[in-house]
């Protein structure tokens, strides 16, 4: 079992993935799921907020980080958290997320970098339907941030000839008949 | 002229109470602080039924377990409200297992009485492979659909390794991922791309949000977790990685 974080730190100081943070213009500021940071450290006597917030800077300069919370392990739930974001209980969802949607203007930040689908959900559709959160434009998982982050050098043509062959072979055991294509 | 008030008499019944059936003792240890509740965010949301002006918290709820109105606290929408942040557990100088005490109500809650989709959606999960009920066919025409975008897009020699025997890693997924917001699988593949990692998704039982965990379902809970193993040692695949 690997975390996100574990693999994303070892691609990176492995060199296996290269970053270009000069693409990446706004400030940035990192929220700090419950089941990564204050549960993990509960359970596990880990957390994971040290290694999102290093994984952010190698993606961004570092003038352009906000700090949220100083101390990871008591930053506030999203307001989703626990289910909350499916279940029918929409107008307590808001209100609790005030907080956060507070926290997040306090910080001055543009981006917000969660790295759970559920805290994002709620950081980007649902607190800025009802909150004023300052200069906030957007939200990001961690790895749509490394995603856009990553400098990406084609395969071979050896490399990608043997994932063509891989592939077919793939589809034809699973009956998927792509439309004809022509290379 | 009103009725002079008679103080109400409590009958607590230790040795039989559900909730604290996790640790027995441990709520009676409340000092009533208020560390919990002054820093919870979901502190007020929540009206308490039959007493007007009076709003559920995380010490009023352990109070109440405390004083055997378990039930009280398991029919009200304090548990569900409560987003199981364990900020409270975290800071309560007694120690009080309080975010596990509020999953025990949801537990103790009828099924068919949970509110909103995730009941429903984890017995989707146990009969379907996944919450929201995608056909494996389905799910796999859209793997290879996207798949064959992101190589045009970026990424010559990309497809999705799907049942890949021996991989170096297995990937669950978001259900609604596939279901609503398909291009932000994107972007795991793109780094997968990038780092050339030998990597694979199960065909079935791909799904990687469990809502068992959070309906207090523990039976189910635990029956999705023991699938993504299974698809591990199925695939021979030494390495889960679940990103949740």
Not at chain 1, 50 to 79: A, H, K
Not at chain 1, 154 to 166: G, T
Not at chain 2, 77 to 98: D, H, N
Not at chain 2, 155 to 176: H, R, W
């Amino acid at each position: 079992m690997v975390s996100v974080q574990e693999l994303l730190k070892e691609y990176i100081d492995e060199g296996r993935i290269k970053l270009d943070p000069s693409v990446n213009h706004h400030t940035i500021t990192v929220h700090d799921p419950c089941n990564y940071v204050r549960k993990s450290q509960m359970a596990f006597g880990d957390h994971m907020g040290d290694l999102n917030r290093w994984i952010t800077m190698q993606c961004v300069d570092p003038s352009l980080y906000r700090e949220m919370c100083d101390d990871p392990m008591n930053n506030f739930c999203c307001g989703a958290g626990g289910g909350a974001w499916a279940m029918p209980y929409d107008e307590e969802r808001l209100a609790y997320g005030k907080i956060k949607a507070d926290q997040i203007k306090a910080t001055g930040a543009e981006i917000v970098m969660a790295p759970c689908h559920n805290c994002r959900d709620q950081i980007m559709k649902g607190l800025p339907k009802v909150h004023d959160m300052g200069n906030y434009k957007e939200t990001l998982y961690l790895w749509e941030l490394v995603a856009n982050t990553l400098v990406i050098e084609p395969w071979s043509e050896e490399e990608i000839e043997k994932a063509h062959a891989a592939r077919d072979a793939q589809f034809e055991r699973d009956g998927i008949e792509m439309e004809e294509e022509e290379e | 002229m009103a009725e002079e008030a008679k103080p109400m008499e409590i009958h607590i019944d230790r040795k039989n109470r559900k909730i604290g059936g996790i640790a027995p003792e441990l709520a009676d240890r409340c000092f009533t602080c208020g560390t919990c509740s002054g820093g919870c965010p979901a502190t007020g949301l929540v009206p308490m039924e039959g007493a007007e002006g009076v709003t559920w918290d995380a010490r009023k709820a352990i109070r109440a377990i405390v004083f055997g109105m378990e039930q009280e606290v398991v029919d009200s929408k304090w548990p569900w409200v409560c987003t199981l942040c364990g900020r409270c557990e975290y800071a309560c100088p007694m120690g009080i297992k309080l975010m596990r005490s509020f999953r025990a109500a949801r537990t103790l809650r009828e099924r068919d009485k949970v509110p909103g989709p995730i009941h429903k959606g984890t017995m989707m999960n146990l009969e379907r492979g996944n919450n929201l009920g995608i056909p494996k066919e389905d799910f796999l025409y859209l793997l290879a659909d996207l798949g064959k975008e992101l190589e045009e897009e970026c990424c010559p020699g990309f497809y999705v390794p799907v049942d890949k025997e021996g991989a170096n890693l297995i990937v669950t997924i978001n259900s609604k991922e596939p279901f609503g917001e398909p291009d932000d699988m994107k972007f795991w593949w793109k780094i997968f791309y990038a780092a050339k990692e030998d990597w694979t998704v199960s065909s079935v039982n791909w799904e990687g949000v469990n809502w068992g965990l959070f309906s207090g379902d523990d039976p189910a809970w635990k029956e999705q977790v023991r699938r993504i193993i299974e698809n591990a040692r199925r695939l021979k695949v030494k390495t889960i990685l679940y990103p949740e």
